[in-house]
């Protein structure tokens, strides 16, 4: 059993029927249609006529869908037939059908439906015949066929296009049989009207986080369709879509989501619902610190480990002079960056995927040069007994910590400590070192050694021993 209803789709079933019949609820799912426009391959102006001497013969052409639409719904047939002039006397009377063209070739192959009754207009305008009730659905190439119901002098003359292009899609039903249309017979004029199903509407802009309020949300949807545009489900505009199938809403968001769905109505009904497009407008930038290293850190490394910690909803990268950075689950970041000798600018920029962004930096000066020591003295070894001085003096950068020591012969075990104090030495000027050391009492040494020591603020550090020795108390 096939059930078949205006505005829904027919459905099949098979059934038993016993011998107190049957009662059974069919449900049929609702089908929405827009008008699809006309189809066909005449000229519009007729230069001939034609009927069949018997009745049960037809015409039909062949229609194609347009490109991009692969079902429809047959919704009226229309015909051109020739004045009352002739035949003479002539008739209304005529049947339409519809046939798919899975037949050889492309011919004609199962008819879909008819044969349903119509009336001729023989006035010389068109005949519309309204097929809607009859539900007719193709999906594809399709045949609108027209049936002489009646002997020639009593049925109306189908008007033929003989003067403009051959669409080569007439085709002749005769005797059962259906064959192409002789080509001195031109196009019959014979054209249908289609209804194609309301598509579900799709919202075609791609969600995005975005630091920008205005978007407009674009999307396709069927001719004549309402579409209502909800965010967050309110209704924020509604538009009635054109022939293009597009439509657009202008939109100013809200911070946070904004999540986007349109819905379809035809005549006050509900059609179709797209799936959701979600939009992020995060207008705040991240929030950015730097734990490691401090501004005014001085080193003697030529390497920075540059530590923080960032925070953001929608956090995309974080650089660090340009080069990414691991960044924790727990928004903590670590990178290493070579420096240069000299001032180097630390430069973290955190960026969300909204593209806000967020910059600090920090200043680190850095050296990696040896400090040298020069004119060293004493240049010769001295004798000196207790009480008296030993000046020691040397050149080097200026701005230095400068110490001396005084190492005593390994046989002089019982002056060890000594040997590890440090004394200081000052600049006297810039860049160069003068320190006093005087012999204390007790003290006898074959061959001490004067050792002086540099650093600077950035940690190098350089040691260098007088060429002179000290003979402390020797004879």
């Known amino acids: 059993m096939k059930v078949i209803a205006n505005g829904f789709h027919s459905k099949e079933e098979s ?10 609820d069919i449900i049929l799912d609702p ?4 008008p699809g426009g006309e189809i066909a391959y005449d000229d519009g102006t007729a230069e001939n ?4 001497y018997d009745a049960g013969n037809g015409w039909a052409v062949k229609m ?3 490109e991009g639409k692969n079902s429809a719904i047959v919704s009226e047939g229309i015909f051109r037939f020739w004045t009352s002039e002739w035949p003479v006397p002539g008739g209304t009377k005529f049947a339409v059908e519809v046939w798919d063209a899975k037949g050889t070739n492309g011919a004609p192959g199962k008819k879909l439906a008819g044969p349903i009754d119509a009336n001729a207009k023989r006035d ?3 005949t519309v015949v309204d097929l809607t009730e009859h539900n007719i659905a193709v999906d594809g190439d399709f045949y609108m066929v027209y049936i002489q119901t009646h002997i020639n002098t009593a049925s109306p003359g189908l008007a033929t296009d003989e003067n403009g292009p051959n669409a080569k899609r007439s085709y002749e039903y005769v005797g059962g049989v259906w064959a192409p249309a002789p080509a001195d017979e031109g196009n019959y004029m014979i054209r249908a009207r289609v209804n194609y199903e309301v598509d579900g509407p799709v919202i075609t802009t791609p969600g995005a986080v975005t630091n920008n309020a205005n978007v407009v949300v674009e999307g396709k949807a069927s001719p004549t369709t309402t579409i209502t545009l909800k965010n967050n489900g309110n209704n924020v505009g509604s538009v009635t879509v054109g022939e293009d199938g597009a439509f657009a809403f202008p939109i100013v968001m809200t911070e946070g989501q904004n999540v986007f769905t349109a819905v379809s109505s035809l005549n006050g009904r509900v059609t179709g619902e797209s799936a959701q497009v979600t939009f992020v407008l995060d207008t705040v930038k991240p929030v950015l610190s730097i734990t490691s290293p401090r501004t005014g850190t001085n080193t003697k490394s030529e390497v920075a480990t540059v530590t923080g910690k960032v925070s953001d909803a929608n956090l995309s990268t974080v650089t660090v002079n340009g080069q990414k950075a691991n960044v924790a689950a727990n928004g903590t970041y670590s990178t290493r960056i070579l420096l240069d000798e000299g001032e180097n600018v630390i430069t973290v920029v955190a960026k969300d995927a909204a593209g806000n962004e967020e910059t600090k930096s920090v200043t680190v000066f850095a050296k990696f040069s040896e400090l040298e020591i020069s004119n060293l003295t004493p240049a010769s ?14 050149d080097s950068e200026a701005g230095l910590a400068a110490t001396f020591s005084i190492h005593m012969p ?3 075990l019982g002056l060890s400590s000594e040997n590890a104090l440090e004394l200081p030495i000052r600049e006297v000027s810039p860049g160069h070192y003068v320190g006093y050391w005087t012999v204390p009492s007790g003290v006898v040494a074959a061959g001490a050694r004067i050792e002086v ?8 550090e350089t040691r260098a021993f007088a060429n002179g020795k000290l003979y402390i108390n020797v004879q």
């Open 64 to 66: 194609s869908l347009p």
């Open 31 to 34: 089908f929405f249609t827009y």
């Open 453 to 460: 020591k540099v650093k600077d603020i950035y940690g190098n």
């Open 15 to 24: 059934i038993t029927i016993g011998p107190n019949g049957i009662v059974k």
């Open 49 to 52: 006529a034609r009927a069949f």
């Open 410 to 412: 390994l046989t002089n």
């Open 381 to 394: 070894d001295l004798h000196v007994g207790v009480g008296q001085t030993v000046k020691i003096e040397f």
């Open 124 to 126: 010389g305008g068109w």
